[in-house]
């Protein structure tokens, strides 16, 4: 009887070794390092010129003619008459106010949809599922959508920027994938013990589910907070445009700024472009702030959910 001894892989020549386990050569490490900085510059860099630009005064934009490299004088009054009151706090609130309730209706819709579709021998769940994903790759088209949303008495109201919206079929399959990969077993006990679904989905699935719905969470938030070709086609009363809308008017066309704020602007006490950037800057806080906590769950969420289809 022979015994085979494997050796250990430190003791592996490097010839012997695969090529993704050899050692990196400080050529390569560099090579490296050189891209990431330049990846970082390139992301990192407009974003530091725009928020210069939106804490420099007045004079300071004017005497460099334009966008800011480097501080010289910082002051918050663009942010302070942003906040103020006016259209531009007005849609701030609609924005949030959109996207949590939407990012809630979404998730809720999602996940029971995600649920039924992972259980075996639910009704119709393959039809339903090969349905679903025929409207990933067909759709009505925008005319169909328009006339559907206005007979429903939706135009003009909140409705319109969440539900024509509401759900992403390709969310939905990410938390099928994460659904059918946990163990089968535990619901099988748990329907033993006389839980119905709804028990077992909010009891077992949704605890150990938190990094799939902490990742398609911030999927809905960011596409909710960053929507604005909704309200441009829904949306008629002025007030009711969310942030994001605001600020295409005020960057692209000029028109947002309320009659305040014009009559300072034009009488020099503010920039019209330090109050663009600071509109900027207010549009890119939520996301930015909200990423931290999530990436954590981007790897186990998205990886582990797409493993199963």
């Known amino acids: 009887m022979s015994v085979t001894v494997e050796r250990p892989r430190s003791l592996l020549r490097a010839s012997e070794r695969p090529v993704w386990e050899e050692p990196p050569t400080k050529a390569g490490l ?6 990431i900085a330049l990846c970082c510059l390139v992301v990192l860099g407009p974003l530091w010129v ?3 630009t939106s804490l420099s005064p007045r004079h300071v934009i004017d005497s460099t003619g334009g966008l800011v490299l480097w501080p010289e004088g910082i002051t918050f009054v663009n942010y302070k008459e942003l906040l103020s009151g006016g259209q531009v706090s007005r849609a701030m609130l609609v924005s949030l106010g959109v996207t949590g309730f939407g990012t809630l209706v979404s998730m809720v819709v999602s996940v029971l949809a995600a649920y039924g579709l992972s259980r075996p021998g639910s009704f119709a769940h393959r039809a339903l599922l090969m349905a679903m994903m025929t409207t990933m790759f067909f759709s009505a088209g925008l005319i169909p959508t328009y006339l559907l949303v206005q007979t429903l008495g939706l135009t003009d109201s909140y409705l319109s920027l969440i539900l024509p919206s509401a759900v992403s079929v390709f969310n939905i399959l990410v938390l099928r ?6 163990s089968q077993e535990l619901t099988d006990s748990a329907r033993i013990d006389g839980a119905g679904d709804f028990r077992i989905l909010w009891t077992i699935i949704m605890p150990l589910s938190r990094a799939v719905i902490a990742v398609i969470s911030l999927f809905y938030a960011v596409a909710y907070w960053s929507a604005w070709f909704n309200a441009m086609i829904y949306i008629d009363d002025p007030a009711k445009l969310p942030l994001q809308n605001v600020l295409m008017q005020l960057v692209q066309k000029n ?3 309320p009659t305040g704020l014009s009559q300072r602007v034009n009488a020099g006490e503010l920039s019209a472009l330090g109050l663009q950037m600071a509109m900027m800057v207010l549009a890119l806080t939520p996301v930015t702030i909200a990423s931290p906590f999530v990436q954590r769950h981007f790897k186990k969420g998205m990886l582990t959910g797409a493993v199963k289809g």
């Open 50 to 52: 725009v928020i210069v």
């Open 30 to 35: 560099g090579a490296k390092g050189l891209i």
């Open 177 to 182: 994938g994460f659904f059918m990969n946990i």
């Open 255 to 257: 028109t947002a700024l």
